[in-house]
T-cell receptor, first 115, second 112 residues
Framework: DSGVTQTPKHLITATGQRVTLRCSPRSGDLSVYWYQQSLDQGLQFLIQYYNGEERAKGNILERFSAQQFPDLHSELNLSSLELGDSALYFC??????????????FGEGSRLTVL | GENVEQHPSTLSVQEGDSAVIKCTYSDSASNYFPWYKQELGKRPQLIIDIRSNVGEKKDQRIAVTLNKTAKHFSLHITETQPEDSAVYFCAASPLRYSTLTFGKGTMLLVSP
């Protein structure tokens, strides 16, 4: 158990809909990262928050948004869903601000299926 | 930004053989290179990492080597076991406070 909690584990929805994925980082970790894992695409970095502030942005679509709340949990909002958004979405946390500082602790992921 | 290429995409070995996975990176400023293992249906987990001031690092059956001049690093697994079967991801980070860029992964299959 990494200590990172993601909900829901599975989600099935229709095109055009909006969903929210939730992540609670490990106790004491200030950074939260969101990654998208599609078949053959590895782990695509979406966005990072550090202590409530956006720290870095990757290949995140404009239809997607995220935020980190004062209690450090984070939510990833996906709207106007398309078939291609079907993927496994991982949240990871770390104590410090950057990926170069050490281990990222991943949650179990939220599997999104868009029909 | 950083670009990480990983090869091969699939690697099949017999139990007891060695396995080598190679990665190249584009940003010469990268100085942190971790490897993550993802078992089927599970989350990625760090198995070993190396920083640019070190050329090689070992941990039991796994080792990582780094060639900064050529901008490539490799994962070596000796005496492979069926439980080593997983997808392995390499990654690189240019700066201390930058995000990790992952390779596309290598599916390692170890046959008994």
């Amino acid at each position: 158990d990494s200590g990172v909690t993601q909900t829901p584990k599975h989600l099935i929805t229709a095109t055009g809909q909006r969903v929210t994925l939730r992540c609670s980082p490990r106790s004491g970790d200030l950074s939260v990262y969101w990654y998208q894992q599609s078949l053959d695409q590895g782990l695509q970095f979406l966005i990072q928050y550090y202590n409530g502030e956006e720290r870095a942005k990757g290949n995140i679509l404009e239809r997607f948004s995220a935020q980190q709340f004062p209690d450090l949990h984070s939510e990833l909002n996906l709207s106007s869903l398309e078939l291609g958004d079907s993927a496994l979405y991982f949240c990871a946390s770390s104590p410090q601000a950057g990926g170069g500082t050490g281990e990222l602790f991943f949650g179990e992921g939220s599997r999104l299926t868009v029909l | 930004g950083e670009n990480v290429e990983q090869h091969p995409s699939t690697l099949s070995v017999q139990e007891g053989d060695s396995a080598v996975i190679k990665c190249t990176y584009s940003d010469s400023a990268s100085n942190y290179f971790p490897w993550y293992k993802q078992e089927l249906g599970k989350r990625p987990q760090l198995i070993i990492d190396i920083r640019s001031n070190v050329g090689e690092k070992k941990d039991q059956r796994i080792a990582v080597t780094l060639n900064k001049t050529a901008k490539h690093f490799s994962l070596h697994i000796t005496e492979t076991q069926p439980e080593d079967s997983a997808v392995y991801f390499c990654a690189a980070s240019p700066l201390r406070y930058s995000t990790l860029t992952f390779g596309k992964g290598t599916m390692l299959l170890v046959s008994p």
